[in-house]
Protein backbone atom coordinates (compact mmCIF):
# COMPACT_ATOMS: atom_id res chain seq x y z
CA UNK A 1 0.00 0.00 0.00
CA UNK A 2 1.41 3.20 -1.27
CA UNK A 3 1.36 6.46 0.82
CA UNK A 4 -0.67 8.44 -2.00
CA UNK A 5 -4.17 9.96 0.16
CA UNK A 6 -2.73 7.86 3.37
CA UNK A 7 0.14 10.60 3.85
CA UNK A 8 -2.72 13.30 3.41
CA UNK A 9 -4.17 11.70 6.35
CA UNK A 10 -1.74 10.80 8.35
CA UNK A 11 0.94 13.66 7.70
CA UNK A 12 2.42 12.55 11.33
CA UNK A 13 4.59 10.03 9.71
CA UNK A 14 6.75 11.92 7.62
CA UNK A 15 7.68 13.57 11.22
CA UNK A 16 8.93 9.60 12.34
CA UNK A 17 11.62 8.47 10.94
CA UNK A 18 13.60 7.56 14.13
CA UNK A 19 10.23 5.47 15.32
CA UNK A 20 11.09 2.20 13.77
CA UNK A 21 13.81 1.44 15.49
CA UNK A 22 12.18 2.09 19.06
CA UNK A 23 9.45 0.23 17.67
CA UNK A 24 11.50 -2.41 17.10
CA UNK A 25 13.08 -2.60 20.22
CA UNK A 26 9.42 -2.82 21.88
CA UNK A 27 8.57 -5.53 19.55
CA UNK A 28 11.22 -7.77 20.64
CA UNK A 29 10.99 -7.01 24.45
CA UNK A 30 7.43 -8.44 23.87
CA UNK A 31 8.78 -11.67 22.41
CA UNK A 32 10.98 -11.46 25.52
CA UNK A 33 7.19 -12.77 27.12
CA UNK A 34 7.97 -15.64 24.79
CA UNK A 35 10.89 -17.12 26.83
CA UNK A 36 9.15 -16.95 30.66
CA UNK A 37 8.04 -20.20 31.34
CA UNK A 38 5.25 -19.57 34.43
CA UNK A 39 4.46 -22.16 37.05
CA UNK A 40 8.21 -23.13 37.49
CA UNK A 41 7.57 -24.31 40.47
CA UNK A 42 4.83 -26.69 39.46
CA UNK A 43 4.24 -30.10 37.18
CA UNK A 44 3.19 -28.60 33.89
CA UNK A 45 0.79 -30.60 31.43
CA UNK A 46 1.60 -28.31 28.73
CA UNK A 47 4.22 -25.24 27.81
CA UNK A 48 3.35 -22.43 29.64
CA UNK A 49 4.48 -18.65 28.91
CA UNK A 50 3.66 -15.51 30.09
CA UNK A 51 3.29 -14.19 26.28
CA UNK A 52 -0.12 -16.94 26.26
CA UNK A 53 -0.66 -15.34 29.84
CA UNK A 54 -1.16 -11.86 28.41
CA UNK A 55 -2.61 -12.86 25.03
CA UNK A 56 -5.18 -14.75 26.53
CA UNK A 57 -5.56 -12.01 29.46
CA UNK A 58 -6.49 -9.56 27.01
CA UNK A 59 -9.36 -11.27 24.87
CA UNK A 60 -10.88 -12.25 28.65
CA UNK A 61 -10.47 -8.41 29.43
CA UNK A 62 -12.18 -7.73 26.01
CA UNK A 63 -15.19 -9.92 26.95
CA UNK A 64 -15.17 -8.61 30.14
CA UNK A 65 -15.51 -5.20 29.30
CA UNK A 66 -18.16 -5.42 26.40
CA UNK A 67 -20.60 -7.63 28.60
CA UNK A 68 -20.02 -5.08 31.08
CA UNK A 69 -21.64 -2.46 28.70
CA UNK A 70 -20.50 0.30 30.47
CA UNK A 71 -18.49 3.71 29.69
CA UNK A 72 -15.51 2.01 28.89
CA UNK A 73 -12.23 3.97 28.61
CA UNK A 74 -10.92 1.46 25.69
CA UNK A 75 -7.64 3.54 24.97
CA UNK A 76 -7.17 3.11 28.62
CA UNK A 77 -7.93 -0.43 28.98
CA UNK A 78 -5.63 -1.58 25.97
CA UNK A 79 -2.28 0.50 27.32
CA UNK A 80 -3.00 -0.88 30.54
CA UNK A 81 -2.59 -4.65 28.77
CA UNK A 82 0.14 -3.53 26.50
CA UNK A 83 1.85 -1.74 29.68
CA UNK A 84 1.55 -5.03 32.16
CA UNK A 85 3.13 -7.15 29.44
CA UNK A 86 6.21 -4.78 29.31
CA UNK A 87 6.31 -4.56 33.13
CA UNK A 88 6.04 -8.75 33.08
CA UNK A 89 9.07 -8.81 29.66
CA UNK A 90 11.17 -6.75 32.17
CA UNK A 91 10.76 -8.44 35.86
CA UNK A 92 10.55 -11.86 34.18
CA UNK A 93 8.37 -14.60 36.42
CA UNK A 94 8.53 -13.56 39.80
CA UNK A 95 6.17 -16.06 41.82
CA UNK A 96 2.76 -14.41 41.98
CA UNK A 97 2.37 -14.46 46.06
CA UNK A 98 6.17 -13.17 46.33
CA UNK A 99 5.08 -10.30 43.15
CA UNK A 100 1.75 -9.11 45.09
CA UNK A 101 3.77 -8.97 48.41
CA UNK A 102 6.55 -6.56 46.53
CA UNK A 103 3.75 -4.49 45.24
CA UNK A 104 2.23 -4.34 48.58
CA UNK A 105 5.59 -3.03 50.28
CA UNK A 106 7.79 -1.43 47.92
CA UNK A 107 5.16 -1.11 44.35
CA UNK A 108 6.96 2.26 43.60
CA UNK A 109 10.60 0.84 44.13
CA UNK A 110 9.37 -1.66 41.19
CA UNK A 111 7.33 0.76 39.07
CA UNK A 112 10.05 3.44 38.68
CA UNK A 113 12.44 0.54 37.45
CA UNK A 114 9.98 -0.86 35.02
CA UNK A 115 9.88 2.94 34.14
CA UNK A 116 13.27 3.93 33.88
CA UNK A 117 14.07 0.44 31.14
CA UNK A 118 11.64 1.67 29.10
CA UNK A 119 11.41 5.22 29.33
CA UNK A 120 14.07 6.01 25.92
CA UNK A 121 11.77 3.52 24.34
CA UNK A 122 8.59 4.46 24.85
CA UNK A 123 9.03 8.05 24.55
CA UNK A 124 10.75 8.17 21.05
CA UNK A 125 7.50 6.36 20.07
CA UNK A 126 5.31 8.73 21.94
CA UNK A 127 5.85 10.68 24.90
CA UNK A 128 2.25 11.49 25.48
CA UNK A 129 2.33 7.31 25.78
CA UNK A 130 4.66 7.11 28.26
CA UNK A 131 3.06 9.98 30.22
CA UNK A 132 0.33 7.49 30.37
CA UNK A 133 2.08 3.95 31.79
CA UNK A 134 3.74 6.40 34.45
CA UNK A 135 0.17 7.63 35.48
CA UNK A 136 -1.00 4.09 35.27
CA UNK A 137 1.77 2.26 36.91
CA UNK A 138 2.05 5.47 39.86
CA UNK A 139 -1.60 6.69 40.31
CA UNK A 140 -3.79 5.94 43.52
CA UNK A 141 -7.53 4.59 43.24
CA UNK A 142 -8.58 1.83 41.19
CA UNK A 143 -10.47 2.66 37.94
CA UNK A 144 -13.25 0.53 36.45
CA UNK A 145 -10.76 -0.36 33.26
CA UNK A 146 -8.10 -1.33 36.36
CA UNK A 147 -10.38 -3.88 37.56
CA UNK A 148 -11.54 -5.43 34.42
CA UNK A 149 -7.58 -6.00 33.64
CA UNK A 150 -6.81 -7.52 37.14
CA UNK A 151 -9.99 -9.73 37.28
CA UNK A 152 -8.81 -10.55 33.33
CA UNK A 153 -5.18 -11.77 34.87
CA UNK A 154 -6.75 -13.87 37.62
CA UNK A 155 -9.28 -15.89 35.45
CA UNK A 156 -6.74 -16.04 32.87
CA UNK A 157 -4.01 -17.28 36.07
CA UNK A 158 -7.10 -19.64 37.02
CA UNK A 159 -7.78 -21.37 33.42
CA UNK A 160 -3.86 -22.16 33.64
CA UNK A 161 -4.07 -23.15 37.22
CA UNK A 162 -7.25 -25.82 36.64
CA UNK A 163 -4.92 -27.68 34.18
CA UNK A 164 -1.97 -27.63 36.46
CA UNK A 165 -4.25 -28.91 39.05
CA UNK A 166 -5.21 -31.95 38.06
CA UNK A 167 -1.39 -33.29 37.75
CA UNK A 168 -0.19 -31.69 41.05
CA UNK A 169 -3.34 -31.96 43.41
CA UNK A 170 -0.57 -34.45 45.73
CA UNK A 171 1.81 -31.53 45.98
CA UNK A 172 2.09 -29.60 49.37
CA UNK A 173 -0.15 -25.87 49.37
CA UNK A 174 -1.48 -26.75 45.76
CA UNK A 175 -5.00 -26.37 47.73
CA UNK A 176 -4.13 -22.86 49.60
CA UNK A 177 -2.99 -21.23 45.77
CA UNK A 178 -6.56 -22.90 44.61
CA UNK A 179 -8.19 -20.87 47.67
CA UNK A 180 -6.29 -18.18 47.02
CA UNK A 181 -7.14 -17.51 43.26
CA UNK A 182 -10.51 -18.53 44.23
CA UNK A 183 -11.15 -15.93 46.56
CA UNK A 184 -9.81 -13.41 45.03
CA UNK A 185 -11.74 -13.98 41.39
CA UNK A 186 -14.62 -13.50 43.91
CA UNK A 187 -13.69 -10.22 44.89
CA UNK A 188 -14.74 -9.13 41.30
CA UNK A 189 -18.01 -10.56 40.80
CA UNK A 190 -19.43 -7.21 40.37
CA UNK A 191 -18.29 -7.19 37.27
CA UNK A 192 -20.90 -9.80 35.25
CA UNK A 193 -18.71 -11.19 32.83
CA UNK A 194 -16.07 -12.06 35.81
CA UNK A 195 -18.73 -14.70 37.82
CA UNK A 196 -20.43 -16.15 34.49
CA UNK A 197 -17.38 -17.04 33.34
CA UNK A 198 -15.61 -18.47 36.94
CA UNK A 199 -18.71 -20.37 37.11
CA UNK A 200 -18.33 -22.13 34.08
CA UNK A 201 -21.47 -21.05 32.02
CA UNK A 202 -21.68 -20.85 28.32
CA UNK A 203 -19.08 -17.28 28.15
CA UNK A 204 -16.83 -19.25 29.95
CA UNK A 205 -16.27 -21.65 26.58
CA UNK A 206 -15.70 -19.09 24.65
CA UNK A 207 -12.46 -18.29 27.15
CA UNK A 208 -11.76 -22.12 27.05
CA UNK A 209 -11.96 -21.77 23.38
CA UNK A 210 -9.33 -19.22 22.89
CA UNK A 211 -7.18 -20.61 25.31
CA UNK A 212 -7.05 -23.30 22.96
CA UNK A 213 -5.07 -21.67 20.70
CA UNK A 214 -2.13 -21.69 23.68
CA UNK A 215 -1.33 -25.55 22.24
CA UNK A 216 -1.04 -24.44 18.80
CA UNK A 217 2.60 -24.08 17.67
CA UNK A 218 3.56 -21.71 15.05
CA UNK A 219 6.15 -23.26 12.62
CA UNK A 220 5.41 -26.43 13.05
CA UNK A 221 7.81 -27.87 10.34
CA UNK A 222 10.87 -26.43 12.26
CA UNK A 223 11.56 -26.39 15.48
CA UNK A 224 11.67 -22.36 17.08
CA UNK A 225 13.46 -20.64 19.81
CA UNK A 226 11.49 -19.44 21.82
CA UNK A 227 8.59 -21.54 20.77
CA UNK A 228 5.13 -19.57 20.10
CA UNK A 229 1.36 -20.49 20.19
CA UNK A 230 -1.47 -18.90 17.60
CA UNK A 231 -2.58 -16.78 21.01
CA UNK A 232 0.61 -15.09 21.72
CA UNK A 233 1.90 -14.44 17.84
CA UNK A 234 -2.18 -13.00 17.78
CA UNK A 235 -1.07 -10.55 20.99
CA UNK A 236 2.38 -9.48 19.21
CA UNK A 237 0.13 -8.48 16.17
CA UNK A 238 -2.59 -6.90 18.36
CA UNK A 239 -0.04 -4.74 19.76
CA UNK A 240 1.87 -3.73 17.27
CA UNK A 241 -1.23 -2.71 15.08
CA UNK A 242 -2.03 -0.51 18.17
CA UNK A 243 0.85 1.13 18.51
CA UNK A 244 1.21 2.02 14.18
CA UNK A 245 -2.32 3.40 14.77
CA UNK A 246 -1.48 5.28 17.65
CA UNK A 247 1.31 6.74 16.21
CA UNK A 248 -0.40 7.46 12.68
CA UNK A 249 -3.05 9.59 14.64
CA UNK A 250 -6.14 7.54 14.13
CA UNK A 251 -9.23 8.00 15.83
CA UNK A 252 -10.05 6.12 19.07
CA UNK A 253 -12.30 3.34 17.73
CA UNK A 254 -10.03 2.76 15.00
CA UNK A 255 -7.34 1.93 17.43
CA UNK A 256 -9.35 -0.18 19.57
CA UNK A 257 -10.61 -2.00 16.60
CA UNK A 258 -7.29 -2.79 15.01
CA UNK A 259 -6.01 -3.77 17.95
CA UNK A 260 -8.85 -6.51 18.61
CA UNK A 261 -8.91 -7.34 15.10
CA UNK A 262 -5.22 -8.24 15.25
CA UNK A 263 -5.92 -10.21 18.78
CA UNK A 264 -8.93 -12.13 17.06
CA UNK A 265 -7.25 -12.61 13.43
CA UNK A 266 -6.28 -16.07 13.91
CA UNK A 267 -9.49 -17.47 16.11
CA UNK A 268 -11.04 -19.16 13.46
CA UNK A 269 -7.95 -21.60 13.59
CA UNK A 270 -8.82 -22.78 16.96
CA UNK A 271 -11.00 -25.20 14.97
CA UNK A 272 -9.14 -25.72 11.57
CA UNK A 273 -5.52 -25.80 13.22
CA UNK A 274 -2.90 -23.17 11.67
CA UNK A 275 -2.42 -24.70 7.94
CA UNK A 276 0.92 -23.40 6.34
CA UNK A 277 0.86 -20.93 3.81
CA UNK A 278 2.63 -23.14 1.08
CA UNK A 279 -0.01 -25.82 1.49
CA UNK A 280 -2.67 -23.91 1.63
CA UNK A 281 -1.61 -21.67 -1.42
CA UNK A 282 0.09 -24.81 -3.02
CA UNK A 283 -2.81 -27.50 -2.59
CA UNK A 284 -4.91 -24.87 -3.61
CA UNK A 285 -7.61 -25.22 -0.10
CA UNK A 286 -7.75 -22.16 -0.18
CA UNK A 287 -11.32 -21.06 -0.58
CA UNK A 288 -12.43 -24.29 0.99
CA UNK A 289 -10.25 -23.14 4.15
CA UNK A 290 -12.22 -19.98 4.22
CA UNK A 291 -15.77 -21.02 3.56
CA UNK A 292 -15.09 -24.00 6.55
CA UNK A 293 -13.72 -21.30 8.80
CA UNK A 294 -16.69 -19.19 8.09
CA UNK A 295 -19.09 -21.82 8.76
CA UNK A 296 -16.94 -22.84 12.20
CA UNK A 297 -17.41 -18.95 13.41
CA UNK A 298 -20.90 -18.85 12.83
CA UNK A 299 -21.85 -22.41 14.32
CA UNK A 300 -18.74 -23.01 16.50
CA UNK A 301 -17.40 -19.37 17.94
CA UNK A 302 -20.51 -16.81 18.10
CA UNK A 303 -23.09 -19.08 19.56
CA UNK A 304 -20.54 -18.48 22.89
CA UNK A 305 -21.20 -15.11 23.30
CA UNK A 306 -24.00 -12.48 24.08
CA UNK A 307 -25.49 -10.97 20.89
CA UNK A 308 -24.20 -7.41 21.48
CA UNK A 309 -20.38 -9.54 21.61
CA UNK A 310 -21.39 -11.89 18.40
CA UNK A 311 -22.17 -8.57 16.39
CA UNK A 312 -19.08 -6.78 17.09
CA UNK A 313 -17.05 -9.68 17.01
CA UNK A 314 -18.44 -10.81 13.68
CA UNK A 315 -17.16 -7.34 12.56
CA UNK A 316 -13.73 -7.54 13.84
CA UNK A 317 -13.61 -11.16 12.15
CA UNK A 318 -13.47 -9.84 8.85
CA UNK A 319 -15.80 -7.77 5.92
CA UNK A 320 -18.46 -10.29 5.09
CA UNK A 321 -19.11 -9.76 1.33
CA UNK A 322 -22.70 -9.98 -0.25
CA UNK A 323 -21.96 -13.82 -0.96
CA UNK A 324 -21.10 -13.89 2.96
CA UNK A 325 -17.69 -14.64 2.33
CA UNK A 326 -15.28 -12.86 5.08
CA UNK A 327 -12.31 -11.05 4.47
CA UNK A 328 -9.98 -10.65 8.17
CA UNK A 329 -7.52 -8.29 6.06
CA UNK A 330 -10.31 -5.95 4.23
CA UNK A 331 -10.19 -2.17 4.98
CA UNK A 332 -13.75 -1.87 6.28
CA UNK A 333 -16.05 0.57 8.14
CA UNK A 334 -19.50 0.39 9.07
CA UNK A 335 -22.86 1.62 7.49
CA UNK A 336 -26.57 1.50 8.05
CA UNK A 337 -25.16 -1.82 10.57
CA UNK A 338 -23.66 -3.28 7.72
CA UNK A 339 -19.76 -3.50 7.18
CA UNK A 340 -18.42 -2.27 3.80
CA UNK A 341 -15.27 -2.33 2.29
CA UNK A 342 -12.94 0.45 1.48
CA UNK A 343 -10.74 -0.38 -1.57
CA UNK A 344 -7.76 1.23 -2.40
CA UNK A 345 -7.79 4.15 0.34
CA UNK A 346 -7.37 4.26 4.18
CA UNK A 347 -10.92 3.61 5.97
CA UNK A 348 -12.35 6.73 7.58
CA UNK A 349 -11.05 8.25 10.45
CA UNK A 350 -14.80 8.93 12.71
CA UNK A 351 -15.22 6.79 15.53
CA UNK A 352 -18.92 6.66 14.25
CA UNK A 353 -17.74 4.61 11.19
CA UNK A 354 -15.83 2.09 13.29
CA UNK A 355 -12.90 2.25 10.96
CA UNK A 356 -10.85 -0.75 10.44
CA UNK A 357 -7.18 -1.32 9.03
CA UNK A 358 -7.38 -4.59 7.63
CA UNK A 359 -4.39 -4.01 5.41
CA UNK A 360 -2.10 -2.71 8.19
CA UNK A 361 -3.17 -5.69 10.69
CA UNK A 362 -2.01 -7.86 7.54
CA UNK A 363 1.24 -6.22 7.10
CA UNK A 364 1.71 -6.24 11.56
CA UNK A 365 0.43 -9.83 10.97
CA UNK A 366 3.88 -10.77 8.64
CA UNK A 367 6.14 -8.64 10.49
CA UNK A 368 5.32 -10.79 13.66
CA UNK A 369 6.01 -14.27 11.54
CA UNK A 370 8.98 -12.67 10.49
CA UNK A 371 10.37 -11.91 13.75
CA UNK A 372 9.54 -15.05 14.59
CA UNK A 373 11.95 -16.13 11.62
CA UNK A 374 14.87 -14.21 12.50
CA UNK A 375 14.73 -14.99 16.31
CA UNK A 376 15.09 -18.69 15.33
CA UNK A 377 17.74 -17.97 12.72
CA UNK A 378 19.52 -15.63 15.32
CA UNK A 379 19.33 -18.93 17.89
CA UNK A 380 21.65 -20.77 15.64
CA UNK A 381 18.30 -23.07 14.19
CA UNK A 382 18.79 -23.42 10.33
CA UNK A 383 15.93 -24.82 8.41
CA UNK A 384 14.78 -24.57 4.31
CA UNK A 385 11.48 -23.24 5.76
CA UNK A 386 13.00 -20.26 7.94
CA UNK A 387 15.39 -19.28 4.81
CA UNK A 388 12.17 -19.60 1.96
CA UNK A 389 9.96 -17.71 4.76
CA UNK A 390 12.71 -14.85 5.44
CA UNK A 391 13.53 -14.42 1.71
CA UNK A 392 9.26 -14.57 0.96
CA UNK A 393 8.44 -12.31 3.90
CA UNK A 394 11.03 -9.45 3.38
CA UNK A 395 10.41 -8.88 -0.31
CA UNK A 396 6.74 -8.36 0.98
CA UNK A 397 7.53 -5.79 3.88
CA UNK A 398 9.88 -4.14 1.60
CA UNK A 399 6.91 -3.36 -0.78
CA UNK A 400 4.12 -2.36 1.64
CA UNK A 401 3.45 1.24 3.08
CA UNK A 402 1.20 2.61 5.29
CA UNK A 403 0.81 6.17 5.67
CA UNK A 404 4.32 6.90 4.80
CA UNK A 405 5.79 4.18 7.15
CA UNK A 406 7.92 2.07 5.79
CA UNK A 407 7.85 -1.88 6.35
CA UNK A 408 10.44 -2.72 4.45
CA UNK A 409 12.74 0.27 6.90
CA UNK A 410 10.71 -1.55 9.96
CA UNK A 411 12.35 -4.47 8.95
CA UNK A 412 15.61 -3.35 8.34
CA UNK A 413 15.36 -2.04 12.13
CA UNK A 414 13.92 -5.24 13.12
CA UNK A 415 17.50 -7.24 11.92
CA UNK A 416 19.49 -4.13 13.19
CA UNK A 417 18.09 -4.42 16.72
CA UNK A 418 18.63 -8.86 16.44
CA UNK A 419 22.22 -8.56 15.65
CA UNK A 420 22.89 -5.86 18.40
CA UNK A 421 21.41 -8.56 21.29
CA UNK A 422 22.72 -11.59 19.50
CA UNK A 423 26.24 -10.23 18.89
Known sequence: MRAGKLREVFPI???????????????????????IERW??????????????????????????????????????IEGLIFESLQRAILTDIKPSVFHRLLKEAGNNIHAFVLRRTRGTIEAIDPDLFSRMEKHFLKTGE??????????HFLATYWEFQLI???????????????EIEDTIEDYFDLRAVERIFLRKKTFNFIDLVGQLRFQKRWIQSPRVPTTSVLGHMFIVACLSYLLSHISGACTERRRLNFFTGLFHDLPEVTTRDIISPVKHGAGIDEALRKLEQEQIESVILPLLPPNVQWELRYVLGYIDEEGRYDEFANRVMKNGRSKRVEGETPSNLDSDMPIDGQLVKMCDVTAAYV????????????????DG??????????????????????QAIEQKIEEVFS
Not at 49 to 69: C, G, P, R, S, V
Request: charged fraction near 30%; glycine fraction near 6%; proline fraction near 2%.
Open 13 to 35: FDKISGVKESLAELVLLLYDLAY
Open 40 to 77: NDHPKPFHITELDKQAHKAAIAYLIAKIENRDINWQRL
Open 143 to 152: TLEDRIIRSA
Open 165 to 179: YSVGIRFYGIENIKR
Open 372 to 387: EAQLSMAHGLRSKHFR
Open 390 to 411: IRNMRKKLGEWEYGGFSFGEFA
